[in-house]
């Protein structure tokens, strides 16, 4: 073998080249698959249902969140509140959110992120995203409407407090507001042309009970205000009024909400009063007979819990002040002073007639015609809402109280004669144990009467005037909480030891008015008595 052959390899035939090249390039391929494997198992890293979702909730969390009571999507308005979206507009907000991230990854070259992101254009992909971003974007319905000092306007956000204004915020967190601005002193004379309706006294303080009814603070006294007065007396263009100033603040619930539910169901009526300020009941469900014990659910209650249908129960705090309207206001079947206590009238004494119609009677005046449709008019709402907002001002500055009676505050901050006096009218008309023992009974503090009679005497009184008497168990308490009882000294005693008192015996008028038979009950040692009256 020669130098030559020692320095020169052996020739590699041509079939062997053929498959070195062939598995260099099965190598190739080998590791370009392997890098897309990790390539496409990165995006599928980045692009998933739970990253996206948590990606898009950090994004859109402030303009749209999953309500887990509502089992529905809120989104944000500009006008700053939130509202129930449709199960269309959360798509729409969805889909553009997800072209905007296709555009993104476009932009980025990469064409398996792409066809990726694409995917969730589609409807499958899309709805599996909205729900998996509820679990990482969602609120309780209690949050919403919590602020009670502030009020949303077309002008901003108002403190209730001070008057002042600033711009409204997704995190306030509104469902309810008003579509008119806030001009802080704004008046017009129509406006006063409408309160022309109540009593000159009444004004000031009816300032401060609709100013009290911006806020989502309850009356002081838990009162339920009655405005009541015949036909054509102002107090509906009044309320009308108000329903435009307060805006969705303002609901009209109908009458059943009086009445209660009591199965379990849904209760769309008392649903309404969530997150509301004030509340108008326009007719009572019965025009005789006032639901005390209904009234206090929905007026003196901390919370309530009500659902509606296909809804989760919600448990929300009580933040309205409630509005009734009456010609003729409706009996009352409690008796205590604690119930009176918190029904107010709101006079509307006047009659408005019409031009050409004389004027015949000391509370007739003359009919404003401008009046006509006022709650349409721009600017006797805008005044409306600045004597509004200026009367929560007062009242928060009066001890957040529609009214004091402490004798070192200012007469202007008192309860107004006019409606001291309809609701003191009101009771006196409506005192069923009051009426009765002006009726039945005389005070002699010599004598006494059983318990026992004086019920059935109180029965047989108001079956006669068409009304019911309250349980017998209550009927002892009522009477000792009565002011026409306490006014007279009467007092009703358990097992009371009445020697050397003298027993009135009763017995009812049929035997009187037919002379059928009765035997009059005995009085043992230890009775039930009302000491100090005997009967008539």
């Known amino acids: 073998m020669d130098i030559q ?11 062997e080249q053929t498959k070195q090249v062939a598995a260099a390039t099965n190598a190739a391929a080998r590791k370009a698959a392997q890098a897309r494997a990790v390539h496409k198992a990165n995006v599928e890293e980045e692009i998933n249902d739970s990253a996206l979702a948590r990606r898009m909730a950090a994004e859109l969390g402030d303009t749209m969140t999953f309500v887990t009571e509502w089992k529905k999507w809120a989104v944000y308005e500009p006008a700053g509140f939130w509202v129930e979206a449709s199960p269309q507009e959360a798509e729409r907000r969805v889909i553009e959110w997800i072209e905007g991230f296709v555009e993104e990854v476009k932009e980025g070259g990469d064409s ?9 254009l589609n409807t499958g992909p899309r709805t599996n995203l909205l729900k998996t971003a ?17 009020l949303l306007t077309a002008s901003g956000v108002v403190n209730l407090r001070t008057g002042e204004i600033r711009a409204a915020r997704p995190d306030d967190l509104f469902t309810k507001y008003t579509p008119y601005a806030y001009e802080p002193g704004f008046k017009h004379e129509l406006l006063d042309a409408v309160l022309g309706a109540f009593p000159d006294d009444a004004k000031l303080y009816l300032q401060r009970v609709v100013g009290n009814g911006l ?16 036909g054509r007396n102002g107090k509906t263009t ?3 009024c108000l329903k435009a100033f307060g805006g969705s603040n303002v609901v009209s619930p109908p009458s059943s909400l009086l009445i209660g539910n009591r199965d379990g169901g849904a209760e769309p009526e008392l649903m309404m009063l969530k997150g509301a300020r004030t509340a108008l009941i326009e007719e009572l469900p019965d025009a005789k007979h006032l639901n005390a014990l209904a009234v206090k659910r929905v007026s003196g209650s901390k919370t309530l819990s009500a659902r509606l249908l296909h809804q989760n129960t919600e448990t929300f705090e009580v933040t309205n002040t409630v509005f009734i309207t009456a010609n003729v206001l409706p009996r009352v079947a409690e008796t205590d002073d604690g ?5 107010v009238v709101i006079p509307a004494p006047f009659k408005f007639i019409r031009e050409g119609e004389p004027l015949t009677e000391p509370n007739h005046r003359r009919q404003n015609d401008a009046l006509v449709n006022a709650e349409e008019n721009a600017d006797i709402i805008k005044a409306g809402l600045a004597w509004a907002v200026e009367g929560a001002m007062l009242w928060f500055a009066n001890g957040m109280k529609e009214y004091s009676n402490d004798t070192a505050t200012s007469t202007d901050m008192r309860l107004p004669d006019s409606v001291s006096e309809a609701s003191a009218t009101w009771r006196e008309n409506d005192d069923k144990i009051g009426s009765w023992i002006d009726a039945r009974l005389d005070q002699d503090a010599s004598t006494f009467v059983l318990l026992s009679d004086a019920y ?5 009184y108001l079956k006669s005037e068409g009304r019911q008497a309250e349980a017998a168990s209550t009927f002892r308490v009522n009477f000792n909480q009565n002011a026409r009882a306490k006014d007279l000294g009467l007092v009703a005693l358990a097992k009371d030891r009445h020697t050397g008192l003298n027993h009135s015996m009763w017995e009812p008028e049929e035997v009187a008015l037919y002379g059928r038979s009765y035997t009059a009950r005995t009085a043992p040692a230890q009775a039930n008595t009302i000491r100090g009256a005997r009967f008539k």
């Open 456 to 460: 059935d005497s109180y029965k047989e």
């Open 134 to 150: 509820a679990a990482f974007v969602n609120i309780s319905s209690a949050r919403f409407d919590r602020k009670k000092d502030l």
């Open 339 to 343: 119930t009176w206590r918190r029904l």
């Open 5 to 15: 052959d020692l320095l020169m390899p052996e020739a590699v035939s041509e079939d």
């Open 238 to 240: 009044f309320l009308e």
């Open 215 to 230: 806020t989502g603070y309850q009356p002081s006294d838990a009162s339920v205000f009655f405005f009541k007065g015949g």
């Open 112 to 120: 398996v992120a792409l066809k990726a992101a694409r995917a969730y």
